[in-house]
């Protein structure tokens, strides 16, 4: 059952999911925002966002798994991006019927 959404604000401190993928140089960051990125393996960047946790898991994930990641982390906002088909789309579809934001 879907719960009801919630009202968020990337001003006010946030819980981010992003994907490893994302380089977080490219990524906008902000210092208030804590940051959780599940990865396959460690990364190799030498610059990387503030305050961010790594969690090595390699998927694919269905969407209790998701759900259940969101909800243990806190995650507030979902930060996604466009690949993977439907291997990857349990995360959005979790993201959803948590009433997160997700892009």
Do not use: C, W
């Amino acid at each position: 059952m879907p719960t009801r959404p919630r009202q968020h604000s990337l001003d006010a401190a946030s819980r981010v999911s992003e994907p490893r993928s994302t380089r977080p140089a490219r990524l906008r960051t902000a210092p208030h925002h804590h940051y959780v990125a599940r990865t396959i393996d460690p990364p190799q960047q030498k610059v990387l966002p503030p305050d961010i946790r790594f969690l090595q898991a390699r998927g694919p994930f269905d969407k209790a798994d998701e759900i259940r990641l969101l909800e243990d982390e806190k995650i507030d906002i979902v930060v996604s991006k466009n690949s993977g088909g439907a291997a990857t789309y349990a995360k959005i579809e979790a993201a959803r019927d948590l009433g997160l934001p997700s892009s």
